[in-house]
């Protein structure tokens, strides 16, 4: 599936709903489970190659595990990528067209800090101008995980030029269900909410205006939560 048919996905009638993947297994399970699309989760595909979250797992090995991600199916997939690993945009945007991906996630806080809006906006210009339209450009807002003052409209500031940078689509990651409509009115055009294992849920976040749901880590902390939970009993 082409990029444009992944990008039509955003705009239907029901929300595009994107379980995280993180390895080729949880991948296939989720297209046998009839998804349209897999979204992968950076922190998940970090973890399993032995990193932390927070831009610390090497470009070369994230960009081959999201590889062996789209060899595995056969839906399209975006890849959540942090904030580009430092990659200039033309780089960037080389190397995960070459993965076969149709889409990415790129968050605006390093080091756990809010990047400069206009250095965010710019810098996503730079990756729409390299992409074209073969690349779907999910925008991370993190103004509700960061010290900030009005959340709200910091994110209402951040999604507007987002967009005018060429996001498809605009992400306040965390934002509480109640406040997902207010930025979705303001900023127009796709907004992705925040799934979480016992809620919010894609119903929930859905009737607050997102059209684009995903789960970052919450499956896979679920499934390794369990593990840990089970480990005992296999003594």
Request: aromatic fraction near 6%.
């Amino acid at each position: 599936m082409t990029a444009e048919l992944f990008r039509a996905l955003h705009h239907g009638g029901t929300p595009l709903v994107l379980p995280n993947a993180w390895d080729p297994v949880s991948a296939r399970l989720i297209a046998e489970a009839g998804f349209p699309a897999v979204a992968t989760s950076s922190g998940a595909v970090a973890r399993v190659l032995g990193y932390d979250d927070g831009q610390l797992t090497p470009p070369d090995q994230m960009f081959a595990a999201v590889a062996q991600i789209v060899r595995a199916v056969g839906i399209p997939v975006t890849a959540d990528l942090e904030a580009g690993y430092g990659l200039a945009p033309k780089e960037f945007v080389e190397r995960l067209l070459a993965t076969g991906a149709v889409g990415c996630n790129l968050e605006d806080s390093v080091g756990g800090e809010l990047v400069d809006v206009a250095k965010q906006a710019d810098y996503l210009a730079e990756v729409r101008a390299a992409a074209g339209a073969e690349l779907v450009i999910n925008a991370r807002v993190d103004t509700f995980v960061r010290r900030v003052e009005d959340p709200v409209a910091a994110a209402i500031t951040r999604g507007r030029e987002y967009r005018r940078a060429g996001a498809d689509c605009v992400y306040p990651i965390l934002a509480p269900v109640y406040q997902i409509k207010q930025v979705a009115e303001a900023v127009g055009g796709p907004i992705n909410g925040h799934a979480k294992v016992g809620g919010p849920s894609p119903a929930e976040l859905a009737a607050a205006g997102a059209t684009r749901i995903s789960y970052g880590t919450s499956v896979h902390d679920h499934l390794m939560n369990h593990l840990r939970d089970l480990l005992p009993t296999l003594t």
